[in-house]
Structure formats: C-alpha cells, structure tokens
C-alpha cells in the first residue's frame, strides 16, 4: 500500500486525500470495509427477441433483500417448470432465464467487482435496456439450476461483491414456487 503526501492547499483536495488513504486501508484490510446494502428493481426486457426472457421475469411477484443474511428471495407466481426455455447465449446454457434488476448505490455500477470481473459499460447498456438505471445490473438466474440447488454450471445460486473500500460480500438466490400448480 502507498500513500502519498498530503500537499493540499484547500480542504477539498485534503478531505479527497483523506477519502483515498481510507479506502486504501480499507481494501488492505486495516479498517473494516462498508457493507453493501442490495436493492432490487423490476427488470422490463423489451429489446426484440426477448419475449421469452421477459415473460418469465413477468413470473416474478415478488423479490425480497436481507442484507444482514445476503439473501435474495425471489418468489414467482408460477412454478418453474412452467416457464420458458431458451438459450441465454455466450455459452450460458438453456434454460428457464429470468431477470432481476440489483443494485448497490455505486453508480454507474462500473465500479463493481461481480465474481472477480469489473462490471463494464456493456452492464450499464444492458440495465437501461431493462428500465434500470446506471447504478444497477441485470442478474439473470437460471430458476431451474438454482430452483434445484445445481452450481455445476456457470449460472450459480450464489455471486460475491466487491467494490474500493467494500468488504467482499457474497449473495445467495433462492427461488420459491407457489404451493399448487395453478397461475396467480
């Protein structure tokens, strides 16, 4: 870790040098990093040739954040089995996609570690594709690989955080089917 001496002449540039020692401690582990707080959003995938995608998304009824648990809850109002199989492309496999809109309060979001890649600006384009703003990402979740607890394949039920002077933070999804096989 380096630091640089402080040879500010206005407050502004003290407390901006101020800013970046902290978070350079932070991210060397001398200080406790800030905790992510999970926000969720509704993803709206109008972009031709994903009405697949958006008609499972539109399956979603609810999604719930415990940000002490790092759980994601996505509750659908029809089971799994009845949504739609489709190739998500780059090598993501078949299966039954859905999309949910999460943020963290960094925006634009370029600033994010997802799984140890920085999220990029191909994020943010995809996100306001969806109706979502430049602080938030599209996760899209294979509810049938995650509905069955399979992490053999790309699209785990689980994705860790991180982000300059954030503790790395790992989430879990869980999906949860309505009791009977009838459509809310």
């Not at 402080?6 to 401690?25: F, G, Q």
Request: glycine share 8%.
């Amino acid at each position: 870790m380096s630091t640089a001496d402080v040879t500010s002449d206005t407050v502004a540039k003290v407390r901006t040098s101020l800013n970046a020692l902290i978070t350079n401690l932070k991210n060397a582990g001398l200080m406790i990093g800030d905790a992510f707080t999970m926000q969720y959003a509704t993803v709206t995938d109008s972009v031709a040739g994903h009405a697949d995608r958006q008609y499972n998304t539109g399956k979603i009824s609810s999604v719930a954040v415990d940000n002490d648990e790092h759980i994601i809850t996505i509750t659908l109002s029809d089971k799994v089995k009845n949504l739609k199989d489709f190739e998500a492309g780059n090598g993501w496999g078949k299966h039954k996609w859905l999309g949910v809109g999460l943020g963290v309060g960094i925006s634009p979001i370029t600033g994010i570690y997802y799984n140890g890649a920085a999220l990029s600006a191909e994020d943010v384009t995809e996100a306001t594709q969806c109706d979502l703003d430049a602080g938030y990402f599209v996760r899209w979740v294979a509810a049938d690989l995650v509905l069955a607890g399979n992490n053999t394949e790309k699209s785990v039920d689980n994705f860790t955080l991180w982000a300059d002077g954030y503790a790395e933070t790992t989430y879990k999804l869980v999906i949860v089917e309505p009791e009977d096989d009838s459509e809310e």
